[in-house]
C-alpha cells in the first residue's frame, strides 16, 4: 500500500470510529434520560410533600392554639385549622379580601372533611381525663352550667391540693395520678390533636406510581402488576402490618367527585389550655388513644407484677407553702361516663414515665415544660 492509499485507509478509520462513537453516546443517552427523568420528578414530588407537611404541622398548631382558648370545642378547633390551611391552599393573593378568604378556607375545609382526605381527632384530654379531674362547667358570672363537665384551669400551681375523683394511682412528684386517666391535672391540661390528610400527588407519572406501590403495600389494594413502557415494574408485597388508616385517603375524590391520588400525612399537635376543657363529641375514650397505649389494648399493669399502691397524701412540710389566707379548693363529685380504675403503667402513662427533670413528652412531637419547671 502506498503512501496516499494508507493515509485514506486512516482517514476512513477514524471516520468509521467517530461515527459508532456518536452511536453509542446516543445509546446512553436513551438508557439515561428516563432514570434521570424519574429521580428528578420524584424529588420534586418530594419536596413538595415535605413542603404539604410543614404547613399541615402549622395549621394543626393553629388549631390547638384556638382550642386551647376556647374550652377545647370541636367548633374553635376546626375554625383555626381552616385559618391555618388558608395560605397552604390559596398562597399569597392581594386582591383576595381576608374575611373572603377565610370563608372559603372553612368551606373548602368542610368539603374536604365529608370528601375524606382531611380528618382531625381529639388524643387528649380523654374521657378518663375528665371523669377523674371533672368539675361543674360556670358561666362567665362563676354560675355552673348544666349537663357540662369542665377540667379546671386556675390555680394550677396548687394542683396537688385536688385529688381525682376515681382515686389516685400513684403520685408525680406531690401531684396525685388519677387511676381512671393515668394523669396529673395539670397532664390533663393538655390539649393534643392529630390531623390526617391527604397530599395530592400532582407530579406526572411519578404520583401515580408511588400511590399504586403504597396501595398495595398497605393492604389497600390486591397485589397487581404494572408496566412503564417496556420495563416491568413486577408485583409489589404488601408488609406485615398494614397502615390501615391510610386506605381512604389514598384516592380520595376533589370537590367534583373524581379520585385523586393522594400521600397520606399525618401529624399531631400539643399545646397547653389556656382554658378550662370541656367535654364535646370528639372527646376519646382512653383506650383510643395511641398517646396512652390505645393501639396496644386495655392497659396493663407494668413488668413489676404489681399495681403501685395508693400512696398516702404527702406531709405538709413537703407541699409549697401556701399564700396566706387562701383556702384549699375541693372537688366536687361529676356523674362521668368510665370506665373504672386503669392499671398504670411506664409504657402507657404520660405522667408516670415522665423524667425527674422536670420536662414532659407526650407522644414524643413535642416536649413541654411543667409549670414552675424554671424557676
Request: charged share 15%.
Amino acid at each position: 500500500m502506498n503512501g496516499a492509499g494508507r493515509a485514506q485507509w486512516l482517514r476512513q478509520a477514524r471516520t468509521r470510529a467517530r461515527f459508532a462513537a456518536r452511536g453509542t453516546a446516543f445509546v446512553e443517552t436513551l438508557v439515561a434520560i428516563p432514570v434521570v427523568l424519574l429521580l428528578g420528578l420524584g424529588a420534586l414530588q418530594w419536596a413538595l410533600l415535605f413542603h404539604a407537611r410543614t404547613a399541615l404541622e402549622y395549621a394543626l398548631l393553629e388549631g390547638a392554639r384556638a382550642g386551647s382558648v376556647a374550652q377545647a370545642r370541636p367548633d374553635a378547633i376546626e375554625s383555626g385549622l381552616a385559618r391555618g390551611l388558608m395560605p397552604f391552599w390559596f398562597g399569597v393573593d392581594a386582591n383576595r379580601p381576608w374575611a373572603a378568604a377565610v370563608a372559603e378556607s372553612n368551606a373548602q375545609l368542610r368539603q374536604a372533611i365529608a370528601a375524606g382526605w382531611i380528618a382531625w381527632r381529639q388524643l387528649a384530654p380523654t374521657v378518663e381525663s375528665f371523669g377523674d379531674w371533672g368539675e361543674p362547667a360556670r358561666d362567665a358570672a362563676g354560675y355552673p352550667v348544666a349537663s357540662l363537665v369542665e377540667i379546671p384551669n386556675d390555680s394550677l400551681q396548687w394542683a396537688s391540693l385536688r385529688q381525682p375523683a376515681g382515686g389516685a394511682a400513684g403520685m408525680r412528684g406531690d401531684e396525685p395520678i388519677g387511676a381512671r386517666s393515668l394523669q396529673t391535672l395539670n397532664d390533663a391540661n393538655l390539649l393534643k390533636l392529630e390531623l390526617r390528610y391527604g397530599v395530592p400527588m400532582n407530579v406526572p407519572l411519578v404520583g401515580r406510581l408511588a400511590v399504586w406501590l403504597m396501595r398495595i403495600v398497605d393492604g389497600c389494594a390486591a397485589p397487581s402488576g404494572r408496566q412503564l413502557g417496556t420495563v416491568d415494574l413486577g408485583v409489589p408485597a404488601p408488609i406485615g402490618a398494614p397502615r390501615a388508616w391510610t386506605c381512604p385517603f389514598y384516592l380520595a375524590p376533589d370537590a367534583t367527585g373524581n379520585p385523586v391520588p393522594r400521600w397520606p400525612v399525618r401529624t399531631a399537635a400539643t399545646i397547653r389550655m389556656q382554658s378550662p376543657a370541656r367535654q364535646s363529641a370528639k372527646t376519646p375514650h382512653r383506650r383510643e388513644s395511641p398517646v396512652f397505649g390505645g393501639a396496644a389494648g386495655p392497659a396493663v399493669a407494668s413488668t413489676g407484677g404489681s399495681v403501685p399502691s395508693v400512696p398516702p397524701a404527702p406531709p405538709a412540710s413537703a407541699r409549697s407553702p401556701d399564700p396566706p389566707g387562701s383556702p384549699v379548693p375541693t372537688v366536687p363529685t361529676v356523674p362521668v361516663a368510665s370506665g373504672g380504675p386503669v392499671a398504670a403503667s411506664v409504657d402507657n402513662d404520660g405522667s408516670r414515665s415522665r423524667a425527674d427533670s422536670g420536662w414532659l413528652g407526650i407522644g414524643a412531637e413535642r416536649t413541654f415544660s411543667v409549670p414552675g419547671a424554671c424557676t
